[in-house]
């Protein structure tokens, strides 16, 4: 079985900064793309960042030059670090990760998601 937790969501006031953290655990053979998404209320999930095993990173536009996606593959850990936030980023943020397990096929898993909060 494979989790991916999350965590360093919260409230902050905006030109704020915040840096999440997604972990995977199990038996897991590979990682291949890791990204974060986020909705807000009455939105669809979006993908914000994404960064590939190579290390090749694509942002969405409305975030690029503020936030920061970055992987430890020895931890399957990936980051978003997020500065200057603003009120429109306000959602919950899931990390995803197309992973293989041992004796598997890659597949897409998700995170809980994270609750980010800016205030104006």
């Known amino acids: 079985q494979v989790q991916l937790v999350e965590s360093g969501g919260g409230l902050v006031q905006a030109g704020g900064s915040l840096r999440l953290s997604c972990a995977a655990s199990?038996?897991?053979?590979?990682?291949?793309?890791m990204g974060w998404y986020r909705q807000a209320p009455g939105k669809q999930r979006e993908l914000v960042a994404s960064?590939?095993?190579?290390?090749?990173?694509n942002y969405t536009d409305s975030v690029k030059g503020r936030f920061t996606i970055s992987r430890d593959n020895a931890k399957n850990t990936v980051y978003l670090q997020m500065n200057s936030l603003k009120p429109e980023d306000t959602a919950v943020y899931y990390c995803?990760?197309?992973?293989?397990?041992?004796?598997?096929?890659?597949?897409?898993?998700w995170g809980q998601g994270t609750q980010v909060t800016v205030s104006s």
């Open positions: 199990g038996s897991i053979f590979s990682i291949n793309l």
């Open positions: 960064i590939t095993g190579g290390g090749s990173t």
């Open positions: 995803n990760m197309n992973l293989r397990r041992w004796g598997t096929a890659y597949r897409d898993y």
